[in-house]
């Protein structure tokens, strides 16, 4: 019978990293994750900077554009032609009395 290493790889660390912001782990693999993170500078490093990524993603997702942060008319116009120009797969730019308020209007 094959009884499992206690210590994680950094590829494996990494991972339960990851799962962890999606879901909670097993109490095992915390426990492994715990004791490998106390070890390894690089995966304490990693966990930190994926933990940020994730808590400004979210809050970056959940904010709202504000008139100030939009971007002017003419830029907007502007942006869509040139991505309408080089990316074929888009929809051509709404006429300009679309949208120039921000965005779409409830």
Known sequence: MHTPSPLLSCQNATLLIERRADEALPVAARAQLWAHLRLC????????????????????????????????????????????ANVPHLPPPPPADEGTAGGPQP
């Open 41 to 84: 500078p690089y995966c304490r490093r990693y966990d930190f900077q994926s933990q940020f990524l994730a808590r400004n993603a979210r809050a970056a997702a959940e904010a709202r554009a504000t008139p100030e942060s939009s971007l002017p008319a003419a830029t907007r116009e502007r942006l869509a032609r040139l991505l309408a």
